[in-house]
Nanobody, 119 residues
Framework: QVQLVESGGGSVQAGGSLRLSCAASGSFFSIDAMGWNRQAPGKQRELVAIITSGGSTNYADSVKGRFTITRDNAKNTVALQMNSLKSEDTGVYYC?????????????WGQGTQVTVSS
């Protein structure tokens, strides 16, 4: 019954920007950490950014200074502003959220959205 819906993926030129968003809906009490992961072609999935319920953030070294993760607790959303995009940022981006439900805390994942950066 819990659903994470992502939006904002697409294709851009190197140096451009994209903003990804993810909205959580369904039966849950609260959201703990929220984050974004990505999987580039031929590579393992990696953490891109994470934001705690208190607003603390962490970023992969490769995106520091270029990406910004934010959340809107009133709307149960998390966003990833991606600036100065590089071709190596290409990949499938997945939204992740740790949700508290009647059965306890567990992670949920979005379906993934494609980001393609051309040089």
């Amino acid at each position: 019954q819990v659903q994470l819906v992502e939006s904002g993926g697409g294709s851009v030129q190197a140096g451009g920007s994209l903003r990804l968003s993810c909205a959580a809906s369904g039966s849950f009490f609260s959201i703990d950490a929220m984050g974004w992961n990505r999987q580039a072609p031929g590579k393992q999935r990696e953490l891109v950014a994470i934001i705690t319920s208190g607003g603390s953030t962490n970023y992969a070294d490769s995106v520091k200074g270029r990406f910004t993760i934010t959340r809107d607790n009133a709307k149960n959303t998390v966003a990833l502003q991606m600036n100065s995009l590089k071709s190596e940022d290409t990949g499938v981006y997945y939204c992740n959220a740790d949700l508290r439900t009647r059965s306890g805390r567990r992670p949920y994942w979005g379906q993934g959205t494609q980001v393609t950066v051309s040089s």
